[in-house]
Structure formats: structure tokens, C-alpha cells
């Protein structure tokens, strides 16, 4: 755990349109009130998401904000976990 949370932070550090579009997700997240209650996808969870598309190397660092979110929707349409 201690190794993903370093490795997020380095990650976070380096990419600024990274941070920028965890932030647009979180603001997404709370006004759709997907945040709130029992199993609510908070905003640590989105963070963690967008970490693990960054190392599966589904988002890169020359993508802009919106590119960032804008992948991240796409990714979480197409992974059979969230479908339902």
C-alpha cells in the first residue's frame, strides 16, 4: 500500500494535467452524488482509478485535462466491473 500511495504522489507531482483532471472527476462525482453514502465511489477511489490508467498506459502525460477526464468516462464505460 505504501508503495502505490509514493508512486501516486510522484505521478501527481510530475503530471499537472493529471491533477487537474482528478479534480474535474471529483467536482463530477460530487454533483452527480456519486460520492456520498454506502459504496459511493469517492474521490480517493477515482484518484486510484486514474492511477491504474496511467500504468496500464491508458492515459499518458502529454494528455491534457480534459483528455484526462474524457478517457477516464470512456475507460470506466468499457470495464466490465462498472457495467452492471
Known sequence: MAANEQW???CLE????LTEGIMMLKVWLKQRGLG??????SGYI??????HLVKARKLSAVMSSYQVVRNTW???GEDPCFNL
Open 74 to 76: 470512456h475507460n470506466l
Open 8 to 10: 501516486k504522489v510522484e
Open 14 to 17: 510530475t503530471m499537472k494535467a
Open 46 to 51: 477515482m484518484t486510484m482509478y486514474v492511477a
Open 36 to 41: 456520498e453514502g454506502y459504496g459511493a465511489f
